[in-house]
């Protein structure tokens, strides 16, 4: 759990920093921190709004390329399955169902893989075509580390959960 813990907030402040945002890199650094990382959606809820910020830096453009519109179409697939999958979870531990809780371990390794292939795609993108290597690593940073994050901590491992208590992994 420390190690998950002290990763996200790594990453956090790579992300950030390499944005070159110093002040939206110490707020998120400090939700990290007042986040318990052993919880279901409180170790990752930041990502999405650190995501939404970096997108929010884009929105005001109206010269939208076929390769960014691609991105961002992968990124809504990506989020609907991340949604679809924690809806699975939640069902799983409630239900006590171990399949429930596998399939959602199924959707998140899928989205997470959209989520990485969104990141290659827009860094090279950005930094071949656009040269904006500041956005191309921002968005690539944080998409493939969520996606990470997400399959490592729910993907991956979903099988050891313990079927009375999902929330304590198997040794």
């Known amino acids: 759990m420390y190690v998950y813990f002290l990763g996200v907030v790594f990453m956090d402040i790579i992300v ?7 002040l939206l890199a110490l707020t998120f650094c400090l939700i990290a921190l007042f986040t318990p990382g052993w919880f ?3 170790g990752d809820a930041h990502f999405g709004l650190i995501q939404m910020c970096l997108l929010g830096k884009c929105i005001t ?10 991105v961002l179409s992968l990124m809504c697939v990506a989020v609907a399955l991340m949604v679809l999958s924690m809806g699975l979870f939640i069902n799983g531990v409630i239900k006590k169902s171990v399949q429930s809780i596998d399939l959602s ?4 390794i899928i989205s997470g893989c959209l989520c990485v292939l969104a990141a ?11 040269h904006q290597k500041s956005y191309g690593y ?3 940073f944080c998409w493939a580390a969520d996606a990470m994050t997400l ?7 979903s099988n050891r959960w313990h079927s009375s208590n999902p929330f304590q992994p198997l040794n």
Do not use: C, H, P
Not at 16 to 22: A, N, T
């Open 16 to 22: 950030l920093l390499v944005g070159g945002s110093y």
């Open 40 to 42: 279901w959606i409180g």
């Open 61 to 70: 453009k109206t010269d939208w390329s076929s390769y960014e519109i691609g």
């Open 105 to 108: 371990g199924v959707f998140i």
């Open 120 to 130: 290659i795609i827009f860094i090279v993108y950005l930094q071949t075509l656009a």
């Open 138 to 140: 921002s968005f690539g």
């Open 151 to 157: 399959m490592t901590r729910y993907g991956l491992n």
